[in-house]
């Protein structure tokens, strides 16, 4: 039961975006871990009641930190592509069977995971999109100019300018003095 496993995973990651003050993805994904939980009970019940033996299995350690918001949401659209075809190849396998009541079953679990999917498709593409749209406004931040405004000394923090004073007919101007910053006046 993989189902398991991603309630799991989905709990880290709700564990890892909450401490990284990001409540409303730990809260997407704490609503996750329970609905995993909650299918993870349906195919429980379901091979119950059919006179079916539950051993459970070691729950693999998933992992706990992420390069990115937009890699951990494409660990989970990821992870959703192979539950996908893992409820695939029961399906097939109930089909081979003709288990009809474990087709009916699964069938649930068919179209559930096309809104998995699609869910998570959606937040990794919205993911994709901010960090395009902060990766653009980064790029142009370094060709901002100063267009003749005043600008400060960063010595004696004086305003000036690289354009004549308009009464003097005088420029300010920066020199450097051996790693010394000093403001001077010019007199044309």
Excluded at 161 to 179: H, K, M, R
């Amino acid at each position: 039961m993989n189902e398991f496993y991603s309630a799991y995973l989905y709990l880290s990651m709700a564990a890892y975006f909450d401490g990284q003050n990001l409540p409303g993805f730990g809260h997407w994904l704490r609503l996750q871990f329970q609905e995993e939980q909650a299918h993870a009970l349906k195919l429980y019940d379901h091979v119950l009641e059919r006179g079916g033996h539950i051993e459970l299995q070691t729950i693999q350690k998933p992992p706990s930190k992420w390069a990115s918001n937009q890699e951990a949401f494409q660990q989970v659209l990821e992870h959703e592509q192979n539950v996908t075809d893992l409820i695939h190849k029961l399906y097939e396998t109930a089909l081979v069977e003709k288990d009809y009541p474990a087709q009916v079953m699964l069938q649930w679990f068919i179209n559930e995971q096309v809104e998995e999917e699609k869910n998570a498709t959606a937040i990794v593409e919205q993911l994709k999109l901010i960090e395009a749209r902060y990766s653009r406004a980064d790029a142009r931040l370094p060709a901002r100019k100063t267009r003749g405004r005043r600008l400060k000394c960063p010595g004696c923090f004086t305003e000036y300018t690289q354009t004549p004073c308009q009464t003097a007919g005088s420029y300010f101007t920066l020199t450097v003095n051996e790693s010394i910053i000093e403001c001077t006046l010019t007199l044309s």
